[in-house]
């Protein structure tokens, strides 16, 4: 089987510029370097609030951090003397490019940004940070006038972290709550307003585009998806979920999962969210997990992290790039039970068992003492509620308030053919157009339409 057949094409032909030397993924990975959407992500949220620090992570960061990581994935494993897969497995500058672009997608004011956003889409399709990434990719970016940044098929297949729809996947119950109706709309439990893993409805053409190359029958395995259960077997009241992704997202997405695990942990140590009694007692009867994973290695055993990590902050970086190499290298490729016949649908690199459990378990430490803190979900909450007040003022008067380039594509979205389908499509330009944005542009646009003491008629965000 010829791997790369079809894999370099694009939604758009486009010739290559005189005497350009670089392969098509060389391509890809320039342009999303030198996009618009990649740039925002120096002033997106990651987890900690843009301008606390000028140390931690942001999404840009974050994304470089990502890329060089899985790039270390794919090195180690084309090192192997496995020759079952090593053919299938990306090129550098491919995965580099994925890696880059796997957020671009995120709203201003990380995952809070995305519940509001869905909250205000519910009706008219949803919204999901990943799904966005796929339609900016692949449509809104200004690269080309209708394929966004034109990516090479196996670049958009490598980005499609969940190939079923939103309409496949959502259960309406999910949503119920029971609200207070005197209470704001901006009020509500954040939890049960989060979206399906999906791609967006109207994002189907891309989807199409990038499945085409595959038989039926590996496309029709590869998009199953499954209702979440209990222990017991019984349905919960959830959105369904997709069952597999392909052999690049799974590496872009395990670099993804070593990198906030560990990495956000730098962060919250660096700003003392976590401390040693905090690690301590979380990992209390935990401590086989570190040597389980250590072998012979002394600089994993469990005493030797602890200390490394409550030291200076060269002993920390030690400690941190220790964990992230063991992750690396403890990657592996196995098939991923989809059944599929092209290998690009059958593999997948995961963590052995033992190593994901330490994954986790740092990660989960990260989660209690970091994501979950108050004063963060206080940040959240507030960049939540402007999103969804930018958006109930955008929609009930788009003429009057959106940008003049946004507003053209508001009254183009509208055919006339469908009044449902209309408002649909002018919900997402403006859904486009809010998600985009940095949080420092949807603050200065907040206070310029709602504070009385801000803004001016020469103001240009």
Same mark, same amino acid.
């Given at each position: ?28 990975? !320039?342009? *999303?370097?030198?996009?618009? @959407? ?5 002033? &997106? $949220?990651?987890?900690?609030? #843009?301008? +606390? ?113 939103? !309409?496949? *996947?959502?259960?309406?119950? @999910? ?5 207070? &109706? $005197?209470?704001?709309?901006? #009020?509500? +439990? ?115 992290? *602890? ?155």
């Amino acid at each position: 089987m010829n791997i790369n057949e079809n894999m370099e094409d694009r939604r758009k032909f486009q010739n290559q510029r005189h005497d350009d030397a670089r392969s098509e993924y060389d391509r890809d990975e !320039a342009r *999303l370097i030198h996009s618009a @959407a990649f740039r925002r992500l120096q002033s &997106k $949220t990651q987890v900690l609030g #843009l301008g +606390e620090s000028d140390f931690y992570r942001t999404r840009l960061t974050h994304s470089m951090e990502v890329a060089q990581i899985g790039r270390g994935i794919v090195q180690y494993l084309a090192n192997k003397a496995d020759d079952t897969y090593k053919e299938y497995l990306p090129d550098i500058a491919l995965i580099s490019a994925i890696c880059l672009a796997h957020d671009i997608g995120h709203p201003p004011f990380g995952h809070g940004g995305e519940v509001a956003l869905n909250y205000c889409m519910r009706d008219y399709g949803g919204f999901e940070g990943n799904g966005q990434t796929l339609r900016i990719l692949g449509k809104l970016d200004k690269y080309t006038n209708k394929y966004g940044l034109n990516p090479t098929r196996r670049m958009l297949l490598g980005i499609l972290k969940y190939p079923v729809s939103y !309409a496949s *996947l959502l259960n309406n119950k @999910a949503y119920e709550v029971n609200r207070d &109706k $005197t209470r704001p709309f901006w #009020l509500f +439990e954040a939890k049960p307003q989060k979206p399906p893993k999906c791609f967006h409805n109207d994002d189907q053409d891309i989807v199409d585009f990038i499945l085409e190359t595959f038989s039926d029958e590996d496309v029709q395995k590869f998009t199953q998806y499954e209702e979440i259960e209990d222990d017991e077997g019984k349905k919960i009241e959830m959105h369904k979920r997709s069952q597999f992704k392909s052999l690049d997202c799974t590496i872009m997405n395990l670099a993804d999962n070593i990198s906030y695990s560990l990495h956000d942990l730098e962060d919250a140590l660096s700003l003392g969210m976590i401390t040693k009694q905090d690690w301590e007692l979380h990992f209390k009867n935990k401590e086989l997990l570190f040597n389980d994973v250590a072998g012979e290695r002394k600089d994993l055993q469990y005493e030797s992290i *602890l200390n490394a990590l409550f030291q200076s902050s060269h002993e920390r970086k030690n400690a941190i790039g220790a964990l992230v190499n063991i992750m690396i290298t403890s990657s592996e490729v196995c098939e991923n039970k989809s059944g599929c016949s092209h290998p690009l649908l059958k593999f997948e690199v995961k963590l052995p068992n033992k190593v994901e459990a330490l994954r986790e378990e740092i990660f989960n430490i990260v989660l209690e003492k970091v994501i979950l803190d108050e004063n963060v979900q206080q940040l959240e909450f507030k960049g939540q509620k402007l999103i969804i007040e930018l958006f109930q003022a955008l929609s009930t008067d788009p003429k009057r308030f959106l940008p003049k380039p946004t507003l053209e594509r508001w009254k183009k979205a509208a055919n006339g053919e469908n009044k449902v389908k209309d408002k649909q499509a002018q919900m997402r330009v403006i859904c486009d157009f809010i998600s985009g944005m940095t949080d420092d542009y949807a603050t200065k646009f907040y206070e310029k339409l709602f504070t009385p003491t801000k803004g001016s008629i020469f103001d240009r965000l």
